[in-house]
């Protein structure tokens, strides 16, 4: 197999040594990104599972919340700045159009964004829907810590956003915000009109991580078993063809017996037998 060591099989060989090897650490990857996930299920569930607490103990004033607290359950107490409700636009469920409603909760602190939940709209983007008024007075809200969105979607424009920040946020209204915002759970008195819940995480889902990985180390195996049956069956049709070209190149086998003489004509041999004759009475 001395064919291996052309230039053009060692390039093949280096070639498929790097996808195999890359193939192998994308595997890797997902796994640990199913590790990951399983991680923050274990944590989202443990997070549901807990009392609700005041929220100064989860969230401050200006400061974003830790990760470790997201879907933690806060009790806040305060009134409705309807006047300053945000629009969420984009949002759909069921494969229907509509947008969030976040309105801000003024406490003693600050003020906290809440997300009140989803409404049916057009989701034309330029247009601000009529949204269900906040009711007005005192109020008390249970609600799920958000972590603040990232990124242009959430910048705030005419009160109107694509995610929620309240960093971007906090640049348009009057007030210092809590960091972070609240899912709502529930409020008390119970608003005039409900709007749609707080979609719940799924903490038991682990995503496509373990077959993503597994693809990815089945396809770093069949590039090497690949190159393996190229390689045997390179060296299958190289030894035929010398084969053939050695049994087409014989020629007379010098060992080979030498054909025997045909038997003489026995008339040929009275004819010598005749002159023999001859021969012997001239002599004589």
């Avoid at 969030?100 to 829907?129: C, F, I, K, Y």
């Avoid at 090497?224 to 069956?233: E, K, S």
């Avoid at 049709?237 to 030498?258: H, I, K, V, Y």
Wanted: glycine fraction near 10%.
């Amino acid at each position: 197999m001395r064919f291996l060591l052309s230039r053009r099989w060692l390039l093949f060989a280096l070639t498929v040594a790097a996808l195999a090897w890359l193939a192998s650490q994308l595997g890797d990857w997902q796994f640990h990104r199913l590790d990951e996930r399983r991680a923050e299920n274990r944590l989202v569930a443990h997070n549901l599972a807990e009392p609700p607490v005041p929220i100064d103990e989860l969230m401050k004033v200006g400061a974003a919340p830790s990760g470790r607290h997201e879907w933690r359950e806060v009790v806040a107490h305060g009134t409705w700045d309807d006047a300053h409700t945000i629009v969420v636009k984009y949002q759909t469920r069921d494969a229907g159009p509509g947008v969030d409603v976040v309105t801000p909760l003024r406490t003693d602190q600050g003020a906290v964004l809440v997300d009140r939940g989803w409404m049916a709209s057009e989701n034309n983007g330029g247009t601000r829907p009529k949204l269900p008024a906040a009711q007005a007075g005192d109020v008390t809200v249970l609600g799920w810590v958000r972590v603040d969105g990232t990124g242009s979607s959430t910048q705030v424009h005419d009160l109107a956003t694509r995610a929620i920040s309240s960093r971007a946020a906090a640049r348009v209204l009057p007030y210092p915000l809590y960091g972070g915002f609240l899912d709502l759970h529930s409020e008390s008195p119970a608003p005039a009109t409900r709007l749609g819940a707080t979609e719940m995480p799924d903490d038991k889902s682990e995503g496509p991580h373990f077959f993503y990985g597994l693809q990815w180390w089945f396809f770093g195996v069949l590039a090497v078993v690949g190159f393996g049956y190229l390689a045997y069956d390179e060296w299958q049709r190289a030894r035929e063809e010398r084969e053939t070209r050695d049994g087409s190149g014989d020629g007379p086998d010098d060992d080979a017996e030498p054909d025997e003489e045909p038997d003489e004509d026995p008339s040929e041999g009275a004819q010598h037998a005749a002159v023999d004759g001859q021969h012997h009475a001239a002599h004589e």
